[in-house]
């Protein structure tokens, strides 16, 4: 069964400019969730997906928000980039709860 | 609010020796405790996990972790470390319940291996 993907992996965007990031969970997993890795804040979650519902949110700004399509797939949107936004953004799926989430390999994001 | 502690940022062990990485959780419920492996640049990787039952539980790569109600731990552990086991460890739990749950992570700790 193949993993969790997310596209692209690497983007470079200026401050100011939006961003849309993609995320396929694994075939049969209806829960997405997303996280954000950085070297001073660690590893932080922005939000939850689970059939096209956001179910749970992060301390994040209005300008994360995300979606969910009927076939699972999320995607990730930031508006109105600023510099401190430079991270790793890790999806993740699940099945259910209590079960465990597997991620995918992130989108690295640089913001200048 | 639950948290995850991991009290040591940085471990250097030597290829052979056993390994211990710690990890302190609060959360009043019963936990859900989960460990995984990040390499330089990738994701995150599921080690093992402890939903209920035996607290000694194994997982992949030959770790194993113990957990330990009256001191509010889920140590990993492994008896002898290979140098591509050099990575950051990161413990985590589960709060929530059903759709509404996240996972709340330690600052993770990094391992060296020196040969």
């Known amino acids: 069964k193949a993993g969790v993907t997310q596209t692209p992996r690497y983007l470079i965007k200026t401050r100011g400019q939006q961003v849309t990031l993609s995320c396929s969970p694994i075939s049969g997993h209806r829960s997405v969730s997303w996280y954000q890795q950085t070297p001073g804040q660690g590893l932080q979650f922005l939000f939850e997906y689970f059939s096209e519902t956001q179910r749970n949110k992060g301390n994040f700004p209005g300008r994360f928000s995300g979606r969910q399509f009927s076939n699972s797939r999320s995607e990730m949107n930031v508006s109105t980039l600023e510099l401190g936004d430079s991270a790793l953004y890790l999806c993740a799926s699940r099945a259910g709860f209590p079960y465990e989430q597997y991620f995918g390999p992130g989108t690295r994001l640089t913001v200048t | 609010a639950q948290s995850v502690t991991q009290p040591d940022i940085h471990i250097t062990v030597s290829e052979g020796a056993s390994l211990e990485l710690r990890c302190n959780y609060s959360?009043?419920?019963?936990?859900?405790l989960f460990w995984y492996v990040q390499s330089p640049g990738q994701g995150l990787q599921l080690l093992l996990k402890?939903?209920?039952?035996?607290?000694l539980v194994q997982g992949i790569k030959g770790f194993e972790a113990e957990f330990k109600r009256s001191q509010s731990s889920f140590n990993l552990r492994k008896p002898s470390v290979h140098w591509s086991d050099a990575a950051e460890y990161f413990c985590a739990s589960l709060g929530g319940t059903g759709t509404a749950s996240k996972l709340t992570f330690g600052t993770g700790t990094r391992l060296q291996v020196t040969l």
């Open positions: 959360y009043g419920a019963t936990p859900y």
């Open positions: 402890y939903f209920s039952g035996d607290t």
